[in-house]
């Protein structure tokens, strides 16, 4: 558990400085599409790499997402930025188990993220309001 632990929190890390790049280099579209690439990309990537438990990465990068949410922008206010940590924590366990399921039934990993990265770039449409 503690390496599944180690190992999102190097991906989360990983995932906030591209994150950064890609949201001043593309702005909403980055949001959209490309972070949540990046981000099953390395959740999924780096729990197959080192043998761990994909749902547990996952989750272990939502718990540390959450902590980011908990503590930037302060100016949010203090309920919404209690919903944004409960919803990451959600989102990247909905990801992770949905990851899982396929890549154990289809047996695909190519299959398992993409549709882990649509479901994804639906999910933040969804819940930070941006439209179509």
């Given at each position: ?44 990537g ?48 909905i ?17 398992a993220?993409?549709?882990a ?5 639906l ?10």
């Amino acid at each position: 558990m503690l390496k599944a632990l180690a190992v999102a929190g190097a991906a989360a890390l990983f995932a906030l400085r591209v994150n950064r790049i890609l949201a001043a280099g593309f702005g909403e579209v980055a949001v959209r599409l490309l972070i949540p690439v990046v981000e099953e990309g390395l959740k999924t990537g780096s729990a197959l790499l080192f043998g761990l438990s994909v749902p547990v990465v996952h989750i272990g990068f939502g718990l540390y997402e959450a902590g980011y949410d908990l503590l930037a922008n302060p100016g949010v206010g203090r309920t919404r930025r209690w919903l944004a940590a409960f919803l990451a924590i959600i989102g990247h366990g909905i990801f992770g188990w949905l990851t899982w399921w396929l890549l154990w039934s289809k047996g695909s990993a190519i299959l398992a993220l993409a549709l882990a990265c649509t479901v994804h770039c639906l999910w933040n449409a969804t819940v930070l309001g941006i439209k179509r």
